[in-house]
Each structure stands twice: as C-alpha cells, then as structure tokens.
T-cell receptor, first 110, second 113 residues
Framework: QKEVEQNSGPLSVPEGAIASLNCTYSDRGSQSFFWYRQYSGKSPELIMSIYSNGDKEDGRFTAQLNKASQYVSLLIRDSQPSDSATYLCAVNKDDYKLSFGAGTTVTVRA | GAGVSQSPRYKVAKRGQDVALRCDPISGHVSLFWYQQALGQGPEFLTYFQNEAQLDKSGLPSDRFFAERPEGSVSTLKIQRTQQEDSAVYLC???????????FGDGTRLSIL
C-alpha cells in the first residue's frame, strides 16, 4: 500500500464549477498535510497546509482534514482555466520527510 | 533571489558520466531537501540537510548518489557513473525548519542517453 493515495484523474470540470480532489494516507501518526499545485514542467507550488481536523479556507481553496478517516481533500471553487494543473497531496509525520501522492490532473474547460 | 534556485535547468549526459546539480535555497532557510520526480509521479525523498549536517540520506538510490552542503547554504547533488534509470527531475526544497512548509525550486531535468 502506498503511503499517500490520490486519484490520478484526469478530473475535468467546467469553468466556474467546484473541483473536488481527494487524498488518503496510511500512517495514522501523520501530523501535517499539504496541497501543492504543479504546472507542467514547473516546480510544485504550496497552495494549502492543514494541521488539525476540519476545514481551512484560503480564497477559492478549501482544505478538509479528517484524521480518523485518514483523509484530506481540496476543493477549488469557481474553477478557472488557470487552475488546470496537477495537484499533489503531501503528508509528513511530524518530521522532515514529505510523502507525496502521484497527483491528480485537473482540467478546467472554458 | 526570492525563491529556491536550481541549476542547470536541463542536463543531458551520456551513460557513465558524472553530473553535479546545484541548489541555492531561500536565504535563511536552515532545512534543505532533495527529491527525485519521475514522469507522472510525485516527488520521492532523497536526502535532508539541517544547515551543513546531512541528517538523512536514506532515500538516495545507490552509493553513486552523493549530496553535500558544506557551508549550510548552497547544496550540490552529485551522481557518479550515471545510468539511464537516473533520468528524472531532481527537485530541491528548503524550509525555515524541519517541519515547516517546504518551498521548491524549478528542478533540474536530467536525461541520461
């Protein structure tokens, strides 16, 4: 079992819709959770971090964490064509290593 | 600069050659990480430095891989006797501290012919 699992996609949504991305992790001791956005040929860019159960909102992005279910999600509201990218879920266990999922590719249709 | 800087952006080498990849972290970031990203996959951890100390090199694939950060700032990842399976994007990240969010450079795309 991989440490971090994501649906690879592609996830196609119309412009203005909500894109919902899911991530599960295997290590119950994980403490910190991150979402990175990666455009093709570019570096991962940190867009959200979440450390406690519940929701965290930042602009059009909302991260949701449920440690009991070992589940973290990212919602993108009012999706724009510029949101088309691969979204990487990353987890660490209160130490330095990040474990990444394979990423979910999102395409926003104009 | 404001972000993590990596050079070269692209490197093509023949199998068996040695290569050196450079990372200049964000100023003041004590933690530095190297990751390897294969096509269509997420980054995989290679090694971690806190200042000049290499605290974890458990992700390095073989003894052909070597990393250093002698003065606690710039880091170099060296690969000796390169093999085709070394072809990947090598990403460097830095952070203020070990558990702080990591910020990535644009990576070096290494192609071994």
């Amino acid at each position: 079992q991989k440490e971090v699992e994501q649906n690879s996609g592609p996830l196609s949504v119309p412009e203005g819709a909500i894109a919902s991305l899911n991530c599960t992790y295997s290590d119950r001791g994980s403490q910190s959770f991150f979402w990175y956005r990666q455009y093709s040929g570019k570096s991962p860019e940190l867009i959200m971090s979440i450390y406690s159960n519940g929701d965290k909102e930042d602009g059009r992005f909302t991260a949701q964490l449920n440690k009991a279910s070992q589940y973290v999600s990212l919602l993108i509201r009012d999706s724009q064509p510029s949101d088309s990218a691969t979204y990487l879920c990353a987890v660490n266990k209160d130490d330095y290593k990040l474990s990444f999922g394979a990423g979910t590719t999102v395409t926003v249709r104009a | 600069g404001a972000g993590v800087s990596q050079s070269p952006r692209y490197k093509v080498a023949k199998r068996g050659q040695d290569v050196a990849l450079r990372c200049d972290p964000i100023s003041g970031h004590v933690s530095l990480f190297w990751y390897q990203q294969a096509l269509g996959q997420g980054p995989e951890f290679l090694t971690y430095f806190q200042n000049e100390a290499q605290l974890d090199k458990s992700g390095l694939p073989s003894d052909r891989f070597f990393a250093e950060r002698p003065e606690g700032s710039v880091s170099t990842l060296k690969i000796q006797r390169t093999q085709q399976e070394d072809s990947a994007v090598y990403l460097c990240a830095s952070s203020l501290g070990a558990v702080q969010p990591q910020h990535f450079g644009d990576g070096t795309r290494l192609s071994i012919l």
